[in-house]
C-alpha cells in the first residue's frame, strides 16, 4: 500500500513503538531512575540485564564529561577491558582531555611531562602528530583560551569526546551506537528535506520538528 | 678661492679650480698657490658635509652611501684598518654604534638585551620591530632547547614570543618542537663553531629584515659590480663566445667575429629542395631533409667539418620533420601524411615503421625519457606510442593541423602544437590542461627554446614572435626584418645560452637576430634560393646550418685564422659530395 507522503497526519502509530523508542533513548543517556519509573508506569517490561552496566556507563561518560579523563579511563579498562586498546583514536581523544584539563589548570610543566610519556608514543601514526600539535600549542600561550586552538578546552569538544566513549562502549555490548530517537529525527530531516524539493509549495502540510517543539 | 660655493657639489669645485691645476701642469709660480687651495679643497669636505650630497655625472650615487659600501668592501676584503681609516676619515661611520652594538649581541647571544637594542635603533616600524624580535627570540628558544633547559625554552615561548602576536602558525611549529625535538631544523651542537655559524645566519636574516640603511647588506659593492657586468653582457649584441674574461676596466662589448657568419662548407647530397634540418642534442650529427624524400644523417667531426654519414631512404613522401631521440641514438622521421619511421643512428637502418591505417602522420617528437614517442595524426589527433609500435594513447579533437611542428617541454608534460590556423595548444597531456596562444596571423611553424621557458613561432606576416609559456603567457619580443609571406619557413633559438635567434627567408638569405634586443645583427648571403629551415651547433656557438631550396645545405662559421692547403684553392669554401 503506498500512501501519499502529503496523507502522514493519517498513518497509525503503535504505542508499542513509542514505549520502545522512549527505552532505547533513556538507556542510551544512561537516566536509570526515569528509565524505571517510566517502566512501572507505562506497565511495560524492563530490559533486564541493562541496569548495572547503565549506572556504570553512567559513570564513565560523565567522569569525561567533566574532564576527570584519567578516571573516566580507569572504569573503562575495568568495565570493557579491551576496548580502548582496539580503539585507538579514543584512547588519545581521552589522554588528550587529561592534558586538556592541566592546561586549564595551568599546571604546566606536569602537562608537557603528561604529554611527552603519554602522548607522544601515539606520534609514530601521522594522523595524530597533527592533533598532538594541535594540543601542544596550547602550551605556547598564557591564556590557553584565546589561543587558536581554544575550542580542545571546550565544554563542546568534551562532550564530542565523551558522547564517543558512550557510543563505543554501546556497541561493545552490542547495543545500537545511536538511539532510536536520534536515527529517527536524523531521517526525518532528511525526508523533510527531500520533500521539499519534490513538492515544493504543495508541501506546507509537512511536519517540522522545530516548529512543533516551539509551539 | 673665490667664487667657490662651500655647499656645492664636489665636482664643481673641481671645475672651478681647474685653472689652479692648469697652473699646476705648466710649473709656474701659481704652483704654491694651486696647491694650498686644492688642499684646502680637500680639507673642507667635513665640514660641509650634507646627507644628500651626490657623486657622479648623473647625481643619483649618494657620497654617504657610497662611502659606507666601500667601508663594507673592505672589511668583507679583510682590510680591517684601511675600513676603519676610511670611516674616520671620511667622518662617516659603516653602522652607527647602536647597530654595532646589536650586531654584538647577537654573535655573543645576549637575546634580551639585543632585542632592547632592536627598539632603540630607530628608522623602523612597529612590524618590522615585531618581526625581527619574533626571529631573535627564535633562536633563543632554539638555542635553550638545545641545551635542554626545556622549561626555559617553553617560558620563552609563552611569556615572550607569544604574546608578540605574529605569525601564530610558527609559534604552533615551535611547541612541537618541545615534544619532538627530531625536527629540529638548526641543530646546533653545544659545539661553539656551529653556534656562532647559526647566529651569523641569523644576522643575516636580521639584515634582510631590517631596513636597508640600517644594515648594509654584505658585499654590496661586488653585488652592485656584478648587476653592471650582467647589464653589460646582455647588452653586448654579439656575445658569442665564453672565452674572454669581463674586466672591470672598459665596458664589454664583443666584436662581430664570433657570430657564424662565413660559408665553411656547403652539402650538396640532396637533389632537391632541403626542407629540414637539425643538429643532434650533442651537436654530433646534423639530420637533414628533402623533397626528394631522402633523409641525411651527417657527422660534425672535431675538426668541424661535416661529412656524409648515412642515407635514409624509404619514406615515400618527402620527410617534413624529424626528431633525434634525447640520448642522439635514434631518429625518428615524419613523411609529410605518411608513415613515421624510427632509425638507428649509428647503423642507419630502419627500426620501426608506425603506421596507422586510413591515416598519416604529420609531426613527430620524443618524450624526454626516451621512452615514448607523440605523433601528429592527419584526422586532426595526436597519439601517444611505445618503442613497440603500440599506440599507448589518443587524444582526440582539434589538437593538431597540418603542420608538422610538435614540441615536448622539457618535463616531459606539455605537448605543444598548431591547433588552428592562428592558435598554438599547449596540451598538457596528463593533466588535461589547455592553454592557447593566439595570433593574430597564420602560423607557419615554432620552435621551443632548451630550457622549454619560450616559445619562437613564424608567422606568414613576416614576424617572428618569442612568447614567455612559463606561468602566464606573454609576448616577449617581435622580430623582423626577413621575407616570409607564401612558404613553410623555420626559424630557431641558437649561440651561447641561446642568445640569438636566427630565421631563413624567401630573399635566400640568412637572418641573425639578438635575442634581448631584437636587433639584427646579421643577414647572411650565399644561397641562391629561399632559406627554408635553420639550426645552431647547440654545443658549438659558432655553427650554424641553413637548408635552402637551391638544393644545398650550407654550414656557417667564423673567420678561420689558418686555413689548411685546399681551402686557399678554393677561396675557402668546402664542397661536399657525399666524400672527398
Not at chain 2, 676596466?249 to 667575429?257: E, L
Not at chain 2, 635567434?501 to 640568412?510: H, K, L, N, P, T
Request: aromatic share 8%; with cysteine; net charge negative.
Amino acid at each position: 500500500m503506498d500512501v501519499d507522503p502529503r496523507q502522514w497526519e493519517n498513518i497509525d502509530v503503535n504505542d508499542k513503538d513509542i514505549h520502545n523508542i522512549v527505552l532505547s533513548y533513556l538507556v542510551h543517556n544512561c537516566f536509570k531512575d526515569t528509565m524505571e519509573s517510566f517502566v512501572s508506569c507505562a506497565g511495560i517490561e524492563q530490559p533486564a540485564d541493562h541496569l548495572e552496566d547503565m549506572e556504570k556507563r553512567k559513570r564513565i561518560f560523565h567522569s569525561a564529561l567533566d574532564g576527570d579523563a584519567l578516571k573516566a579511563i580507569e572504569l573503562t579498562e575495568e568495565f570493557t577491558p579491551d576496548l580502548l586498546e582496539n580503539n585507538k583514536d579514543l584512547h588519545f581523544d581521552l589522554l588528550s582531555l587529561h592534558f586538556a584539563k592541566l592546561i586549564c589548570l595551568r599546571k604546566c610543566t606536569e602537562a608537557l611531562g603528561f604529554a611527552q610519556l603519554k602522548l607522544t608514543p601515539f606520534g609514530t601514526m601521522q594522523k595524530y602528530v597533527e592533533k598532538i600539535e594541535d594540543f601542544m600549542s596550547l602550551l605556547a600561550y598564557e591564556e590557553p583560551e584565546k589561543s587558536p586552538m581554544f575550542h580542545l578546552l571546550s565544554l563542546e569538544y568534551r562532550q564530542r569526546v565523551a558522547d564517543n566513549l558512550n557510543r563505543e562502549i554501546l556497541a561493545h555490548a552490542n547495543l545500537p551506537r545511536y538511539s532510536a530517537a536520534e536515527r529517527l529525527i536524523q531521517q526525518a530531516t532528511v525526508v523533510r528535506q527531500s520533500l521539499n524539493q519534490e513538492f515544493g509549495k504543495d508541501g506546507n502540510q509537512l511536519f517540522s520538528l522545530k516548529d512543533f517543539l516551539e509551539r | 678661492m673665490g667664487g667657490v660655493e662651500d655647499d656645492g657639489p664636489p665636482s664643481k669645485r673641481v671645475k672651478v679650480s681647474s685653472g689652479a691645476l692648469g697652473g699646476l701642469s705648466k710649473g709656474t709660480s701659481h704652483r704654491e698657490q694651486a696647491s694650498c687651495s686644492l688642499s684646502d679643497l680637500m680639507a673642507q669636505p667635513l665640514a660641509s658635509q650634507g646627507k644628500d650630497e651626490v657623486v657622479g655625472s648623473k647625481g643619483v650615487v649618494k657620497k654617504v652611501e657610497l662611502v659606507r659600501i666601500i667601508a663594507e668592501a673592505l672589511y668583507s676584503l679583510g682590510y680591517k684598518n684601511t675600513g676603519a681609516h676610511l670611516e674616520e676619515e671620511s667622518g662617516i661611520t659603516l653602522q652607527s654604534s647602536v647597530v654595532n652594538l646589536f650586531m654584538q649581541q647577537i654573535l655573543d647571544g645576549k637575546w634580551d638585551d639585543s632585542v632592547a637594542t632592536l627598539h632603540k635603533i630607530g628608522l623602523m616600524d612597529e612590524a618590522i620591530i615585531k618581526l625581527a624580535s619574533f626571529v631573535i627570540l627564535e633562536q633563543k628558544f632554539f638555542e635553550l632547547l638545545d641545551g635542554e633547559k626545556v622549561m626555559d625554552a617553553l617560558k620563552t615561548l609563552r611569556t615572550e614570543i607569544a604574546p608578540l602576536c605574529i605569525n601564530n602558525d610558527r609559534v604552533r611549529e615551535l611547541s612541537s618542537y618541545i615534544v619532538f625535538p627530531s625536527q629540529n631544523v638548526l641543530d646546533i651542537s653545544s659545539d661553539k663553531e656551529a653556534r656562532l655559524k647559526s647566529r651569523k645566519k641569523l644576522l643575516e636574516e636580521l639584515q634582510k629584515l631590517l631596513p636597508s640603511t640600517v644594515i648594509i647588506p654584505e658585499r654590496r659593492l661586488v653585488h652592485l659590480v656584478e648587476q653592471a657586468l650582467d647589464l653589460q653582457r646582455d647588452a653586448c649584441r654579439f656575445h658569442n663566445s665564453s672565452v674572454g674574461e669581463m674586466s672591470l676596466f672598459t665596458d664589454h662589448q664583443c666584436g662581430k667575429d664570433k657570430i657564424p657568419s662565413q660559408t665553411l662548407q656547403i652539402l650538396k647530397e640532396h637533389s632537391d629542395e632541403v626542407w629540414f634540418l637539425q643538429f643532434s642534442h650533442n651537436g654530433k650529427y646534423l639530420a637533414s631533409s628533402s623533397s626528394d624524400c631522402l633523409v641525411i644523417i651527417w657527422e660534425v667531426k672535431l675538426d668541424g667539418r661535416v661529412s656524409l654519414k648515412h642515407r635514409l631512404p624509404g619514406h615515400q613522401k618527402p620527410v617534413s620533420y624529424i626528431s633525434w631521440s634525447p640520448d642522439d641514438a635514434q631518429l625518428l622521421t615524419c613523411g609529410v601524411e605518411e608513415a613515421m619511421r624510427r632509425w638507428d643512428v649509428t647503423s642507419g637502418e630502419c627500426l620501426y615503421i608506425y603506421e596507422k591505417s586510413g591515416l598519416g602522420f604529420i609531426s613527430c617528437g620524443w618524450a624526454p625519457d626516451g621512452k615514448r614517442i607523440f605523433s601528429g595524426v592527419t584526422d586532426k589527433s595526436i597519439s601517444m606510442w611505445d618503442l613497440d609500435g603500440r599506440e599507448v594513447e589518443c587524444w582526440k579533437g582539434q589538437r593538431t593541423t597540418r603542420i608538422s611542428d610538435l614540441g615536448i617541454t622539457r618535463d616531459g608534460k606539455q605537448l605543444i602544437t598548431v591547433c588552428k590556423e592562428t592558435t598554438i595548444l599547449l596540451f598538457g597531456w596528463e593533466s588535461q590542461s589547455e592553454k592557447l596562444i593566439e595570433e593574430g596571423q597564420n602560423i607557419v611553424s615554432f620552435a621551443l627554446s632548451e630550457d622549454s621557458k619560450f616559445l619562437l613561432v613564424s608567422l606568414l606576416n613576416q614576424e617572428i614572435h618569442l612568447w614567455n609559456i612559463e606561468g602566464a603567457i606573454k609576448l616577449v619580443a617581435k622580430f623582423k626584418g626577413h621575407k616570409h609571406s607564401r612558404f613553410v619557413l623555420k626559424s630557431c633559438f641558437g649561440g651561447l645560452d641561446q642568445a640569438f635567434i636566427a630565421s631563413g627567408s624567401e630573399d635566400s638569405q640568412v637572418y641573425i637576430w639578438h635575442r634581448i634586443s631584437g636587433e639584427l645583427v646579421f643577414t647572411l648571403s650565399g644561397h641562391s634560393g629561399a632559406v627554408n629551415c635553420v639550426s645552431w651547433n647547440p654545443t658549438n656557438p659558432h655553427m650554424l646550418a641553413s637548408a635552402s631550396d637551391d638544393h644545398t645545405i650550407r654550414i656557417w662559421g667564423i673567420n678561420r685564422v689558418s686555413l689548411d692547403h685546399d681551402d686557399r684553392h678554393s677561396n675557402g669554401i668546402h664542397y661536399c659530395n657525399g666524400g672527398t
